[in-house]
């Protein structure tokens, strides 16, 4: 099995910064695309930033320039950056994976959508 693990969420002021960090662990053959999506009371869940496993990179507008996906592959870890927080960025953030990992019958392999538990920010005006 896979899991993913994130941490770095707390409460912060307004203009303050956080880094969030989310490590897949278990059969992992190799990750492809990681994300970062957020979902705030009321509303529903939006991707923030993903990243391929080459690289590039994708924003949401509401971030963009704020925010800094990123990610080591040799530590199965992506990191999200955020700088110049604001009230609105408040929610819970999950970090998403694509993942390759052992088919059920272990004679193969197979593509794995995996979410993190979810990393609470707050963000006080």
């Known amino acids: 099995q896979v899991q993913l693990v994130e941490s770095g969420g707390g409460l912060v002021q307004a203009g303050g910064s956080l880094r969030l960090s989310c490590a897949a662990s278990?059969?992992?053959?190799?990750?492809?695309?990681m994300g970062w999506y957020r979902q705030a009371p009321g509303k529903q869940r939006e991707l923030v930033a993903a990243?391929?496993?080459?690289?590039?990179?994708n924003y949401a507008d509401s971030v963009k320039g704020r925010f800094t996906i990123s990610r080591d592959n040799a530590k199965n870890t992506v990191y999200l950056q955020m700088n110049s927080l604001k009230p609105e960025d408040t929610a819970v953030y999950y970090c998403?994976?694509?993942?390759?990992?052992?088919?059920?019958?272990?004679?193969?392999?197979?593509?794995?959508?995996?979410w993190g538990q979810g990393t609470l920010v707050t963000v006080s005006s």
């Open positions: 990243i391929t496993s080459g690289g590039s990179t």
């Open positions: 278990g059969s992992i053959f190799s990750i492809n695309a």
């Open positions: 998403n994976a694509d993942i390759v990992g052992p088919s059920a019958t272990n004679r193969g392999y197979r593509y794995l959508e995996v």
